[in-house]
Structures are given as structure tokens and as C-alpha cells.
């Protein structure tokens, strides 16, 4: 069987599964502790990558977020009070 361009680019990263292995359960014959454990150990490996930000950069975006969401309640409660007069106009007509 011709393999497509997906599989074929699939078969050079490593630690992905071609379509063809898909069917096959590859994943299903390894026990759940070491696949647990593998879990584990790969988490760590990103979590050592991962950069955190400083207290500055956290309390900075942490008021952007706070007035974003201030601005968006103000212009939502407006449109509510707005389209809430204008149907009530229009129910009392």
C-alpha cells in the first residue's frame, strides 16, 4: 500500500504514530504503570522548560485583564439597558 504525505512526514517526528500503526494498538500492549510513569517523566521534562513570569509581569497583566473585563461589563450592561428600555417601549405600545 502507498504511503500518503502524512504518514510519510509522521514517520520523521519522533514519538508519533503513522495511520497505519493506529489500528494495530501499539499503546494498548504496554502496561499502565510504565506508560503512567512515562507520563510522569516527560511532564517534568516540560515543566523544567517552562519559563514563569516574575511578579511585575504577573501583576501587570493581572490589571489588564481586571480593566478588560470592567470595560466589557460596563458596554454589556449598557446594551442590556438599552435593548431592556427598547423592548419594554415596544411592549407598551
Not at 2 to 15: S, V
Request: hydrophobic share 45%.
Amino acid at each position: 500500500m502507498a504511503k500518503t504525505m502524512k504518514d510519510r512526514l509522521l514517520e520523521r517526528l519522533p514519538g508519533t504514530r503513522t495511520a497505519t500503526d493506529e489500528g494495530r494498538g501499539a499503546a494498548a500492549r504496554i502496561p499502565l504503570v510504565p506508560r503512567v510513569a512515562g507520563y510522569y517523566q516527560e511532564w517534568i521534562t516540560e515543566m523544567k522548560k517552562v519559563t514563569w513570569p516574575g511578579r511585575k509581569e504577573t501583576l501587570s497583566t493581572t490589571a489588564v485583564v481586571i480593566v478588560v473585563v470592567l470595560i466589557i461589563v460596563a458596554f454589556l450592561g449598557l446594551v442590556d439597558f438599552a435593548l431592556g428600555r427598547i423592548t419594554q417601549s415596544i411592549l407598551s405600545f
